[in-house]
């Protein structure tokens, strides 16, 4: 097998094992934006490498030093790019991590410098007078600097170690060893030019990222996951009847404003841990509530409130509904209300505008959906569902 043919499986393998960081979201391993970038620069040195091959092979030389400029380049880029994931990973905010970000982005620029300069004058590699390939001293100056640079974040990774808790310890171990393997294979690539070792330490360092760090920062959460849905199981199972009676709202057969406040602490907990996802909220207000207590008696006002409750559980069946003040109502939509939250909202203001013309109860309702990048806690979605409620209410008084 020739060493094209070595590139282009790496290239696939790198591809098909890091699948998830490529194509998923980016929730479920810590720092995984940096991690992408590193590999996808890893899969552009690839395809310049298995170029190389084959324009040198067809002794298309101009080409063939084009490619050879951009895989120095994808190479210092990948070596930055390493050295940055490492250092966001270990969290790293003190001077020495501080000084391997610049030393690392000084490198690139001092690299693509160089391989300005080499269009002019060769100094990291030319072809001579038969078309051969040779190689210049830049080209040992710019290892010898990813040498020092891996170097470096072997120290700050085995410092980190000391500084953590075991099951840390084994990712971060995981990571000094794949500088120290990039290191191996930076020396090699130094002294054997025709020699993919860069490319052969870059799928083994990877692939050993993937097994030990990746991988098991993904068994933490999904243990923290399952630790958390029996949590609320057992909870759940303990309240029983007792929650069903003590947070039901006594006049309009709802839940309560305690179970309210309770279920918003649950829902921040789940922002705070990241696994909140689908899920939206309607605040519905009733109005004239006072004008019929002042008039017509509180009696009448109950009743009102017995309605509007029915045309709020009616609207949205598979969902909790709470009532948290006088004339207040809210709504998680779940389930199928979610799927269909647009249709609901809609045929519901339609139903709330057909009563105002027959003189039936009227309810303004606000509307709006979690925004996991954008939501911090549950009171930024009531705010904008609250204000949307107001607007609607305004408009209501209007028609």
């Known amino acids: 097998m020739d060493y094209s043919s070595f590139t282009i499986i790496s290239f696939f ?9 490529f194509f998923k979201p980016c929730e479920k391993f810590s720092e995984k934006r940096s991690y992408r970038h590193f590999l996808l620069c890893i899969l552009v ?12 092979g067809f002794k298309l030389i101009k080409l063939t030093f084009a490619d050879t400029s951009l895989y120095f380049f994808t190479m210092a880029a990948s070596v930055f790019l390493g050295t940055r994931f490492i250092t966001e990973y270990l969290g790293s905010k003190n001077k020495f991590g501080q000084f391997l970000k610049i030393f690392g982005a000084l490198y690139l620029i001092f690299e693509t410098l160089i391989l300005v300069v080499n269009f002019f004058r060769p100094v990291m590699f030319w072809f001579d007078k038969k078309n051969v390939y040779c190689v210049g001293n830049g080209r040992y100056i710019t290892l010898i600097i990813q040498v020092f640079l891996f170097f470096f974040t072997t120290l700050q990774t085995f410092y980190a170690m000391t500084q953590n808790d075991t099951q840390a310890k084994k990712r971060y171990l995981a990571i000094g060893i794949f500088s120290i393997m990039m290191i191996i294979f930076i020396v090699l690539q130094c002294f054997y030019p025709f020699f993919p070792f860069y490319a052969i330490g870059a799928l083994f360092g990877t692939c050993f990222i993937h097994t030990f760090v990746v991988e098991s920062e993904k068994d933490e959460i999904r243990q923290k ?13 303990e309240i029983g009847n007792a929650r069903l009676l003590a947070y039901n709202d006594p006049l309009t057969g709802v ?19 990241k696994i909140l996802k689908d899920f939206a909220i309607a605040v519905f207000d009733v109005n004239n509530l006072k004008k019929v207590n002042d008039t017509l008696g509180h009696e009448a006002g109950d009743k009102l409130l017995k309605e509007a ?50 003189d039936k109860v009227v309810i303004s ?35």
């Open 13 to 21: 393998i790198l591809l098909i094992i890091n699948y998830d960081i």
């Open 45 to 56: 040195y690839y395809i310049t490498d298995i170029l190389w091959g084959i324009l040198y």
């Open 225 to 237: 996951l399952e630790n958390l849905l029996q949590v609320e199981q057992i909870q759940e199972a």
């Open 255 to 273: 839940k309560s404003k305690g179970c309210y406040l309770e279920d918003v602490i649950c829902l921040d907990k789940r922002i705070e841990d």
């Open 309 to 358: 409750a029915n045309v709020i559980c009616t609207s949205f069946a598979h969902s909790p509904v709470y009532r948290i003040g006088g004339d207040e109502f809210v709504v998680f939509l779940k389930n199928e209300d979610y799927d269909t939250r647009d249709e609901k909202i809609k045929a519901f203001n339609e139903k709330i505008e057909k009563n105002l013309l027959e």
């Open 365 to 399: 309702c606000g509307f709006d959906k979690f925004i996991p990048e954008k939501d911090k806690c549950y009171a930024e979605l009531f705010s904008r569902a609250d204000k949307n409620m107001y607007e609607r209410k305004a408009f209501l008084k209007q028609v």
